[in-house]
C-alpha cells in the first residue's frame, strides 16, 4: 500500500521569505509524485509533478520540488511567497496501480504581510 | 482551457433524506472519479470509473452510496440516505486514462452540510 505523509498541517511565513513544504511517502514501487493546490472552497489545481527524468521540478508561478528516491521524499519549495501563495497545498503519489491517488491531509500556507 | 464541471456547488440536506451530485468530465476523458473530502483531510478516493465500468470501488459505503456513469461520459453520486458523518467536500476529477502518470483534474467540488 502507499500513504502520503505531510508532517506540517500549517505554515505560517512572511511575504517575500521563502518556504518549504515537506512530503514524505512510503510505497514498494515506483512511484509518480504530485503537488497540488486548493484555494477555499475551490477544487484542486494540479502544481506540478514528477513522472521520470530530472528529480527538480517546477512550477510557471515560482514553486520548485525535488524528487529524493533515498529519503521517500518530494518537499514543495518557494524562495519568496506572494500573498496570492496562501492556500493549502496538497501532496499526492500514484503507483503501478492505475493512477488511484493517495494525498497527503495537507498542508495551510499562510502569507503574512 | 476545458475544465471538470461539477453541480450543485453547495447542498444541504437533512438526515435520512437523498442527495444526488453531477460530475461533467473534460472532454475525451475516460477515468472519472469522486473523491470525498473531509474538512482538514486530503481528498480519499470513492469510486473510479474506466468508460462506463466500475475499476475501483473499494471505499464506497455501498449500503448508502451510488455511483453510474451510464453512457461513459458524465457521472452522477447518490447518497440515500443521508447521514450526519456525510458532510464533506465531494469532488469529482477526470483524466485521459488510467495509467499511473496521467494527471488528475478536479473540478470545483459540491460541499455538502447534513443536519
Known amino acids: 500500500a502507499q500513504s502520503v505523509t505531510q508532517l506540517d498541517s500549517q505554515v505560517p511565513v512572511f511575504e517575500e521569505a521563502p518556504v518549504e513544504l515537506r512530503c514524505n511517502y512510503s510505497s514498494s514501487v515506483s512511484v509518480y509524485l504530485f503537488w497540488y493546490v486548493q484555494y477555499p472552497n475551490q477544487g484542486l489545481q494540479l502544481l506540478l509533478k514528477y513522472l521520470s527524468g530530472s528529480t527538480l521540478v517546477e512550477s510557471i508561478n515560482g514553486f520548485e520540488a525535488e524528487f529524493n528516491k533515498s529519503q521517500t521524499s518530494f518537499h514543495l519549495r518557494k524562495p519568496s511567497v506572494h500573498i496570492s501563495d496562501t492556500a493549502e497545498y496538497f501532496c499526492a503519489v500514484s503507483g503501478n496501480n492505475f493512477n488511484k491517488f493517495y494525498f497527503g491531509s495537507g498542508t495551510k500556507l499562510n502569507v503574512k504581510p | 482551457e476545458a475544465e471538470v464541471a461539477q453541480s450543485p456547488r453547495y447542498k444541504i440536506t437533512e438526515k435520512s433524506q437523498a442527495v444526488a451530485f453531477w460530475c461533467d468530465p473534460i472532454?475525451?476523458?475516460?477515468?472519472l472519479y469522486w473523491y470525498r473530502q473531509i474538512l482538514g483531510q486530503g481528498p480519499e478516493l470513492l469510486v473510479q470509473f474506466q468508460d462506463e465500468s466500475v475499476v475501483d470501488d473499494s471505499q464506497l459505503p455501498k449500503d448508502r452510496f451510488s455511483a453510474e456513469r451510464l453512457k461513459g461520459v458524465d457521472s452522477t453520486l447518490k447518497i440515500q440516505p443521508a447521514e450526519l458523518g456525510d458532510s464533506a467536500m465531494y469532488l469529482c476529477?477526470?483524466?485521459?486514462?488510467?495509467?499511473?502518470?496521467?494527471?488528475?483534474?478536479f473540478g470545483p467540488g459540491t460541499r455538502l452540510l447534513v443536519l
Open positions: 476529477a477526470s483524466s485521459l486514462s488510467r495509467l499511473s502518470q496521467e494527471t488528475q483534474y
Open positions: 472532454s475525451g476523458h475516460a477515468t
